[in-house]
């Protein structure tokens, strides 16, 4: 059994193993080392939209008939939505996905939900 502080003493090399598996392993990435669109909606979004669909409420998919009945036709209404989300939904900040992410995912989605 380990004592109080002998935990301190394992995590630098622990520290190090997983800094060194990021750095080798970074997961979707696109050419300049950036997370793709996918990566995060997969992490933000696909829990409430798996395929596009909509777990909360089912009329509201992220198909493109279904956001343009919802005058949402361009990234930016998509983002829009992710700032100031309708109920059922969580809201994403500027701080939780910046800008630039959001415009990834945004664009994701309405060239894959078709």
Aim: proline share 9%.
């Amino acid at each position: 059994m380990l004592a109080r502080g002998d935990f301190m003493r394992f995590s630098p090399p622990l520290f190090l193993l997983a800094t060194f598996l990021i750095i080798l392993f970074p997961g979707c990435s696109d050419k300049l080392g950036s997370t793709s669109g996918e990566e995060l909606f997969s992490r933000h979004c696909a829990s409430c939209h798996p395929g596009g669909l909509n777990t909360i409420t089912p009329s509201k998919t992220l198909k493109t008939a279904d956001l343009q009945a919802g005058m949402i036709t361009s990234p930016e209404d998509i983002i829009q939505k992710m700032r100031t989300p309708g109920p059922g939904m969580p809201r994403f900040t500027k701080a939780m996905i910046p800008e630039k992410e959001a415009l990834q995912i945004a664009r994701y989605i309405l060239k894959t939900f078709r």
